[in-house]
């Protein structure tokens, strides 16, 4: 089938949907809620099954990971949705603008929303959006990652057992349907993924002046301050480092300490990973790389930055090898003496390398970091709070964790976006309710209609009133 053809067929879709919201109305809260549990009960009612499927696509991937970060988290983020959107719906009154007037705030759907979701984590980055799209009362069409075609199949099937298809539709396919995809006439068009394919999202949607809500990622760094706890710092990382081997969008990306802290981090950092992981290889608590060319871009940044100067430490368990190509298994690795003109250091790894660069005085480090793209997260390790606060100042990025790694993103209450390079836009609970909703302003006049008796003419009984007004 041709681009042009799928695109046609997408339309189809597409519109046949947008009709079907036209024809039925704005959904209504008990419908809303009725849409965020059938989500639960597809994850609760599948969860082993999917499970095996992520298993399957990454050729091996914790099922623990999967159950918490994929399934668990999802669930959590949908029953929030369910217990506050009764007063995210309400309307918003505001104070009386002139005698007699009315003005408020309606929450009005946006319509159809198109979500492009990524492979790290298939089920929390399809379900998660929807539980701001749902809340909101949208419908949406879903266009899963190829690169987990197991799961994205089932999540296929089950959606359709659980929702009709004018309220959610699973589209797959490769990267030319997710072209296709992109440049569709959507209400509102969310998409997680790199920052390069995220460009060429943007300019197809603008293309219809479609609205994005990009989650893009970009390198996230960790400070360690001179005061801080050097073995808090170790075991924080590389928790997150190694939890689905870094393939995620706010793992760290590389790390900032004074020189003279470097070698107790070593220290540290071998005995968290032997703590955790004392194999690897065989080891069902960790997860393999997603795919062949994946592990090949890693293997070939730990081989760039060996060639051009970088102490690369390996903390795989003592026998093991630090990598095996049969299944895609990279221990941890701790890269030393980086310098800029290394690709670890200008491409996101999204893998468990970890490259740690030293700087002499804290400003050092700050400016490096604002000297660089705006990353999704940024966190830093120290106690001093006049340095936590100066650091949160200093720094922009799309959400800051101090004395630990990625802990914001599970908090609900919190919104979840990049900033710059990093992404635009935010969701997750009231967040995202807003994200995916039209605040229409709505008036009702008074019945003397006397706030806009000042712009009908004849004007000449008004001028004295405005010349007044401006020379007062």
Same mark, same amino acid.
């Given at each position: 089938?041709?681009?042009?053809?799928?695109?046609?067929?997408?339309?189809?879709?597409?519109?046949?949907?947008?009709?079907?919201?036209?024809?039925?109305?704005?959904?209504?809260?008990?419908?809303?809620?009725?849409?965020?549990?059938?989500?639960?009960?597809?994850?609760?009612?599948?969860?082993?099954?999917?499970?095996?499927?992520?298993?399957?696509?990454?050729?091996?991937?914790?099922?623990?990971?999967?159950?918490?970060?994929?399934?668990?988290?999802?669930?959590?983020?949908?029953?929030?949705?369910?217990?506050?959107?009764?007063?995210?719906?309400?309307?918003?009154?505001?104070?009386?603008?002139?005698?007699?007037?009315?003005?408020?705030?309606?929450?009005?759907?946006?319509?159809?929303?198109?979500?492009?979701?990524?492979?790290?984590?298939?089920?929390?980055?399809?379900?998660?959006?929807?539980?701001?799209?749902?809340?909101?009362?949208?419908?949406?069409?879903?266009?899963?990652?190829?690169?987990?075609?197991?799961?994205?199949?089932?999540?296929?099937?089950?959606?359709?057992?659980?929702?009709?298809?004018?309220?959610?539709?699973?589209?797959?396919?490769?990267?030319?349907?997710?072209?296709?995809?992109?440049?569709?006439?959507?209400?509102?068009?969310?998409?997680?993924?790199?920052?390069?394919?995220?460009?060429?999202?943007?300019?197809?949607?603008?293309?219809?002046?479609?609205?994005?809500?990009?989650?893009?990622?970009?390198?996230?760094?960790?400070?360690?301050?001179?005061?801080?706890?050097?073995?808090?710092?170790?075991?924080?990382?590389?928790?997150?480092?190694?939890?689905?081997?870094?393939?995620?969008?706010?793992?760290?990306?590389?790390?900032?300490?004074?020189?003279?802290?470097?070698?107790?981090?070593?220290?540290?950092?071998?005995?968290?990973?032997?703590?955790?992981?004392?194999?690897?290889?065989?080891?069902?608590?960790?997860?393999?790389?997603?795919?062949?060319?994946?592990?090949?871009?890693?293997?070939?940044?730990?081989?760039?930055?060996?060639?051009?100067?970088?102490?690369?430490?390996?903390?795989?368990?003592?026998?093991?090898?630090?990598?095996?190509?049969?299944?895609?298994?990279?221990?941890?690795?701790?890269?030393?003496?980086?310098?800029?003109?290394?690709?670890?250091?200008?491409?996101?790894?999204?893998?468990?390398?970890? #490259?740690?660069?030293?700087?002499?005085?804290?400003?050092?480090?700050?400016?490096?970091?604002?000297?660089? #793209?705006?990353?999704?997260?940024?966190?830093?390790?120290?106690?001093?709070?006049?340095?936590?606060?100066?650091?949160?100042?200093?720094?922009?990025?799309?959400?800051?964790?101090?004395?630990?790694?990625?802990?914001?993103?599970?908090?609900?209450?919190?919104?979840?976006?990049?900033?710059? #390079?990093?992404?635009?836009?935010?969701?997750?609970?009231?967040?995202?309710?807003?994200?995916?909703?039209?605040?229409?302003?709505?008036?009702?006049?008074?019945?003397?209609?006397?706030?806009?008796?000042?712009?009908?003419?004849?004007?000449?009984?008004?001028?004295?009133?405005?010349?007044?007004?401006?020379?007062?």
């Amino acid at each position: 089938m041709t681009l042009s053809n799928t695109k046609s067929n997408l339309l189809t879709t597409l519109n046949s949907m947008k009709q079907c919201q036209l024809t039925t109305g704005p959904a209504d809260a008990n419908l809303r809620k009725d849409r965020l549990q059938r989500s639960i009960l597809l994850i609760k009612e599948n969860h082993q099954a999917l499970s095996e499927a992520m298993n399957a696509d990454f050729g091996h991937r914790s099922i623990y990971q999967s159950s918490v970060a994929d399934l668990a988290t999802t669930i959590k983020m949908l029953q929030y949705s369910i217990d506050n959107l009764s007063n995210w719906m309400k309307d918003e009154r505001i104070e009386e603008p002139a005698p007699g007037v009315q003005a408020w705030i309606q929450q009005q759907p946006l319509g159809v929303i198109g979500i492009i979701s990524p492979w790290n984590f298939p089920i929390n980055l399809a379900f998660g959006p929807l539980s701001g799209v749902f809340a909101a009362g949208n419908t949406a069409m879903l266009k899963p990652s190829e690169l987990t075609p197991k799961t994205s199949a089932l999540l296929a099937k089950l959606v359709s057992h659980y929702f009709a298809p004018e309220e959610l539709t699973v589209i797959l396919g490769d990267a030319e349907v997710g072209q296709a995809f992109s440049s569709l006439p959507f209400d509102h068009l969310v998409f997680t993924g790199s920052t390069a394919v995220g460009k060429h999202v943007m300019r197809a949607a603008a293309e219809n002046l479609v609205p994005v809500t990009l989650e893009l990622g970009g390198k996230s760094p960790v400070m360690v301050d001179e005061d801080a706890d050097i073995v808090q710092a170790a075991e924080r990382t590389l928790t997150i480092k190694t939890f689905n081997v870094g393939q995620i969008c706010l793992a760290p990306d590389y790390m900032l300490m004074p020189q003279a802290k470097v070698d107790t981090f070593v220290e540290a950092a071998k005995s968290v990973v032997q703590n955790g992981f004392p194999c690897m290889q065989n080891n069902a608590d960790y997860t393999a790389i997603i795919n062949e060319r994946h592990y090949q871009r890693l293997i070939g940044l730990l081989e760039d930055a060996t060639n051009k100067g970088a102490t690369v430490i390996s903390l795989a368990p003592q026998g093991e090898v630090p990598y095996d190509k049969t299944n895609r298994k990279i221990a941890p690795h701790l890269v030393l003496n980086v310098t800029d003109d290394m690709a670890i250091m200008q491409e996101e790894i999204f893998g468990p390398l970890l #490259p740690i660069k030293t700087y002499s005085q804290p400003e050092e480090a700050i400016n490096y970091i604002n000297a660089n #793209p705006r990353p999704l997260a940024a966190y830093y390790f120290g106690n001093n709070s006049q340095h936590q606060h100066a650091f949160a100042h200093s720094t922009t990025s799309g959400g800051l964790v101090i004395n630990d790694v990625m802990t914001h993103v599970s908090i609900e209450s919190l919104p979840f976006g990049g900033v710059g #390079p990093a992404g635009m836009g935010a969701y997750h609970g009231v967040h995202g309710f807003r994200r995916f909703t039209h605040a229409k302003a709505v008036v009702l006049q008074s019945e003397d209609g006397a706030s806009n008796l000042r712009l009908r003419a004849p004007y000449h009984a008004m001028q004295p009133a405005i010349e007044a007004f401006l020379n007062s």
